[in-house]
């Protein structure tokens, strides 16, 4: 069972990247996934959600607007659009597949029963 997060960079505020989150040794089709991120010295901060039962979606206030999640079950991949990038968005992100909790309006890490490795967005000129 393995999740793979690729498609990190480096990019010029303003940017775009598409980061991929591919399952091996299972399905994502029976599972929420969520995108996480840790920028040093700081802690995990939910990102975005997708869930499998409706396909409805979840973005921290800091992305709404500027990011995009989805799912493309063929491929087993889970893709987040970023779009108008900032230095903030500056991290390393986690894709990871389970249930979502979400407290007080904030996507936590606890309840995904799978995590990937992250790949680095550095996003500066």
């Known amino acids: 069972v393995q999740l793979q997060a690729s498609g990190g960079g480096l990019v010029q505020p303003g940017g775009s990247l598409r980061l991929s989150c591919a399952a091996s040794g299972f399905t994502l089709d029976y599972y929420a996934i969520a995108w996480f991120r840790q920028a040093p010295g700081k802690e995990r901060e939910g990102v975005s959600f997708?869930?499998?039962?409706?396909?409805?979606?979840y973005y921290a206030d800091s992305v709404k607007g500027r990011f995009s999640i989805s799912r493309d079950n063929a491929l087993n991949t889970v893709y987040l659009q970023m779009n108008s990038l900032k230095p903030e968005d500056t991290a390393v992100y986690y894709c990871?597949?389970?249930?979502?909790?979400?407290?007080?309006?904030?996507?936590?890490?606890?309840?995904?029963?799978?995590w990937g490795k992250g790949t680095l967005v550095t996003v500066s000129s």
């Open positions: 997708i869930r499998s039962s409706d396909g409805s979606t």
């Open positions: 990871a597949a389970g249930f979502v909790t979400v407290v007080h309006g904030t996507l936590i890490p606890d309840g995904m029963d799978y």
